[in-house]
């Protein structure tokens, strides 16, 4: 292990914070800027779509609207670095509440599975696959 290994694994985890927080928040412009340009990013197993960066944020900036509070937390990293590339699995716990009075919440636990390329600006997602295991809604 040498200093530049511990500086990417921050680095990623770091990314991996970054990719939550822009969608927790809804800042596309932050979550466009976690992806390359030709990203591929599939939410197909929790119900969504699968499509470009540009095709993923009209998709995210439509749907995440019904929830007025979401809080994705990012745990138990496995990445595996070589060289200028990366792969990421990373388990997700999102706590979601959806927008109006009295309008109950959704949880849902899965993991995050990453294609990283190490970019003058960065680590950031080629590739991006949700694998969605559970959900649980309530009021």
Known sequence: MDLQYLADRLAIS?????????????????YRSCFTDDADIDYTSAGGIRGTLDEIVTWMGSTMVMFDATQHLVSNEMVEIDGDTATVRAMFYNPMHFAGDNAGYFDCGGWYNHELVRTDDGWKSRKLWEDFSWTTMGT
Request: proline share 0%; aromatic share 18%; glycine share 6%.
């Open 14 to 30: 770091d990314f991996l914070t970054t990719y939550a927080h822009a969608v927790d928040t809804k800042d596309w412009g932050l």
